[in-house]
């Protein structure tokens, strides 16, 4: 055995330590976040500390890659490897310091993440960042079409029985529901959007006001036990209002989608057209609008999460290598070794793929 | 504690009841009866997803209920893959663990049917889960075999099949695919909902340190073989520790808020 032979192999032995010993780190360093929780994790993860550890674990893969030729010769390995390579050098080049370097080395002046406010009607391109930095400009602007909130119907009255425990019933119109001897029967007759009582000459009526403030109500008949009948209104928990009797209710509405409609303005000219909702976030100019928040009082402007593009490309590019490659090398294979040895013992098979290392630290490969 | 008496709730219960009974019979070595009650049990768990299914009509993957009542019927079927095709043992545990898997949605989770809120409507919602539950399967039945390795068990007192050290190898090999799937899919998830493929929140963070026990495994056991069997044993038991809190902990605790603390 040649010196260049053996200290090759010492090489591969510290390379291999240091990937074990990274792997093991990180798990501890992933179980800390989850105590911290995941801003401050995400402060953390971006230090100066842990920007050296990212650093490292890319060059001990790249390590890998040029000590152990098999990394490189077994196309499912290499896949592997180098997807996570990819991974971690996109995530890199994508954080706040890799956006930092890029402004440095190239004057890429680019927006890594903040939120837009806009009210209906109105054009914006403004993006706020953290507290306490001013706003930046995009190059082109963001018109709000139309903001609108959609609701699974139908909704649902939330019963707080006298028992101390709670049922839930579907707020259908027409639909009659009982809820036992001491609360009687509740019967659904009308579904308000806009609730609003009119009064005139000591009549009451309630009127469903297309220009009235949002104010979503059922009118219920219930039905007492001794037979009397009461009429009341029930709204959601928000406007402040809960039937009470000895049993008390409130009206629930699940809220199934956001919508944002939603322009870009280049030049004064539309040139990107979309409806974007949480999981469809539109894509433009390296960046991705997201709907994030939204007004919940009145539903007039929304609230969008930017986000930029940089090394997205990577990282997806690096899944995808990272998933073909773990396929490939720990399902395929084994599969194409048993039909191989099936083949050749046309025997069934004990593929042995528990035998296939016998340690590379002892066998020295 | 939650007992169900419901028609759901008893579907639930008779599938338990089905799996424990078959590992009662297998463990007095009555193989047939054994073998009889597992099916029995496999079809009242399918039964019993399905009825979920028809009740809340979308796909029933949403909470903890529905997961550990899809993870109680694939128990079945994964066993059956594994021991003809993979020529991994460990039947009998596979019914203890399909009683296991089913008692949390049986007593622990509310059957309470929901509608799905907006992040959760998307394509990617099913494979996700899908994918995971599968993984999980695998993984659990690799810790049964590290554990039998560390009890000093060598066969299973069939030729056919692979002594625990190498079972557990093969078994992880089998999951591991599918949990790096389900990671990178909950990832480009995330970055569709959320806006980021990487949030660090407490879930995501406790899936990648599952996942990375598992990378340490191959490495480590590519490093020694099975010099240190009993430690290559430990890692695959780490993993399912790590499994399990992903799964149970972050989403019961209060002391991990997270932006998966609806899917409770
Ligand atoms: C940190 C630096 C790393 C180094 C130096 C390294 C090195 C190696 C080596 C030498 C092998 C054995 C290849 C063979 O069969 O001859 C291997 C296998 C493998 N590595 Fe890595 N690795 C690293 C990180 C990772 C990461 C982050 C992953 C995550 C997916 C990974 C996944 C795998 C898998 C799945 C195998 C195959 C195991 C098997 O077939 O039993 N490695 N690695």
């Known amino acids: ?365 | 504690m939650e007992i169900k008496y419901t028609i759901q709730g008893l579907l639930i219960y008779a599938a338990m009841g089905a799996y424990l009974l078959a590992f009662v019979m297998s463990l007095l070595r009555h193989r047939k009866a054994g073998d009889i009650l597992y099916l029995l049990g496999f079809i009242i768990a399918v039964l019993a997803f399905g009825y979920r299914w028809y009740d809340v009509r979308h796909t029933p993957l949403q909470n903890l209920f529905e997961v550990f009542l899809c993870l109680g019927m694939i128990c079945y079927p994964a066993s059956f893959f594994c021991r003809r095709i993979l020529q991994v043992g460990g039947r009998c545990a596979d019914m203890l663990i399909g009683a296991i898997v089913l008692f949390p949605a049986g007593f622990i989770f509310s059957a309470q049917p929901q509608q799905l809120p907006p992040a959760l409507q998307s394509w990617l919602f099913v494979p996700h889960v899908a994918v995971y539950m599968l993984s999980y399967i695998f993984m659990a039945k690799a810790t049964f075999q590290a554990i039998s390795q560390l009890a000093g068990k060598s066969y299973d007192g069939d030729e056919k099949l692979l002594p625990p050290e190498q079972a557990t190898y093969r078994m992880i090999c089998a999951g591991f695919p599918l949990l790096t799937l389900g990671l990178v899919l909950g990832s480009w998830w995330g970055k569709l909902a959320w806006g980021d493929y990487w949030g660090w929140d407490p879930k995501e963070l406790w899936s990648l340190a599952s996942w990375l026990v598992y990378v340490g495994y191959f490495h480590f056991r590519y490093m020694f073989g099975k010099k240190h069997a009993r430690i290559n044993s430990a890692w695959a038991i780490a993993g399912i520790a790590a499994i399990l809190i992903t799964l149970l902990w972050a989403n019961l605790s209060r002391l991990f808020s997270g932006l998966h603390s609806y899917a409770t």
Request: hydrophobic share 40%; glycine share 8%; with cysteine.
């Open chain 1, 1 to 365: 055995m040649g010196i260049k032979e053996s200290s090759k192999k010492k090489f591969r032995r510290v390379v291999m330590w240091s990937a074990l010993t990274l792997i093991i780190l990180l798990i501890f360093l992933s179980v800390y976040g989850a105590f911290l929780g995941a801003e401050r994790t995400q402060r953390l993860v971006n230090t100066l500390p842990l920007t050296v550890y990212w650093l490292s674990f890319v060059l001990i893969l790249i390590a890998g890659l040029v000590v152990f030729r098999r990394l490189v010769r077994v196309p499912s390995l290499l896949l592997i490897h180098a997807g996570c390579v990819l991974i971690l050098a996109g995530a890199m080049w994508g954080s706040d310091a890799g956006h930092k370097l890029q402004e440095q080395l190239f004057g890429i002046d680019k927006i890594r993440t903040g939120r837009m406010v806009i009210y209906e009607g109105h054009t914006e391109n403004h993006v706020l960042l953290e507290q306490g930095q001013t706003p930046k400009e995009l190059p082109f602007s963001i018109h709000l079409k139309d903001f609108r909130l959609e609701y699974y119907k139908p909704g649902s009255i939330l019963v707080y029985m006298p028992d101390d425990t709670t049922r839930r019933i579907p707020a259908e119109t027409g639909s009659e529901h009982n809820l036992g001897g001491e609360v009687g029967k509740v019967k659904i007759v009308r579904t308000f959007e806009r609730f609003r009582l009119n009064i005139e000459d000591d009549r009451r009526e309630a009127i469903d006001a297309p220009d009235g403030e949002l104010m979503p109500a059922l009118e219920v008949i219930i039905e007492k036990p001794d037979g009397s009948q009461l009429k009341r209104y029930v709204f959601e928990p928000s406007q402040g209002y809960m039937y009470k009797d000895n049993f008390q209710m409130s009206y629930l509405r699940m809220i199934s989608d956001y919508i944002s409609e939603l322009q870009i303005i280049e030049n004064d000219k539309v040139v990107a057209e979309k409806n974007i909702e949480v999981n469809h976030p539109l894509h433009y100019g390296g960046y991705h609008f997201y709907q994030h928040r939204y007004d919940a009082e009145a539903g007039q402007y929304t609230v969008l999460e930017v986000t930029s593009d940089t090394g997205l490309n990577l990282v997806y590019g690096g899944y995808l290598m990272l998933c073909i490659g773990v396929f490939w090398q720990l399902w395929l294979r084994h599969i194409f070794t048993g039909i191989k040895l099936k083949k050749l013992r046309n025997t069934p098979p004990p593929i042995n793929w528990g035998a296939k290392y016998s340690g590379f630290l002892l066998s020295q490969e």
